[in-house]
């Protein structure tokens, strides 16, 4: 059973930055590839990125492409969201994901979740 804890939301101004955190009880933490995925208020959860388990392979959605990147420390089980230009439509519940197994953009595909944390982008 895999526990993650998010960290690092708050409250920006339109174009600011903020990281996240994803910390993970796990300590076989190398064998699961990562997700984070987002959540606004009425809407679905949806994918944002997702890291393999070594870290050179990487997804982004397309609207957060070039602006935000995912890495990992497998030191320290600990996965990132770097979040660049945050925009007011970025604002949601970011909540990180595990599985183990390859990448995947689909919610679905993962069976470990944090409780989230919320990222509030003020125009």
């Known amino acids: 059973q895999v526990q993650l804890v998010e960290s690092g939301g708050g409250l920006v101004q339109a174009g600011g930055s903020l990281r996240l955190s994803c910390a993970a009880s796990e300590r076989t933490f190398s064998n699961y590839a990562m997700g984070w995925f987002r959540q606004a208020p009425g809407k679905e959860r949806e994918f944002v990125a997702t890291?393999?388990?070594?870290?050179?392979?990487?997804y982004y959605a397309d609207s957060v492409k070039g602006r935000f990147t995912i890495s990992r420390d497998n030191a320290k089980n600990t996965v990132y969201l770097q979040m660049n230009s945050l925009k007011p439509e970025d604002t949601a519940v970011y909540y990180c994901?595990?599985?183990?197994?390859?990448?995947?953009?689909?919610?679905?595909?993962?069976?470990?979740w944090g409780q989230g944390t919320q990222v509030t982008v003020s125009s």
């Open positions: 890291i393999n388990w070594s870290g050179d392979i990487t």
């Open positions: 994901a595990a599985r183990g197994d390859s990448c995947s953009a689909e919610r679905t595909a993962y069976n470990y």
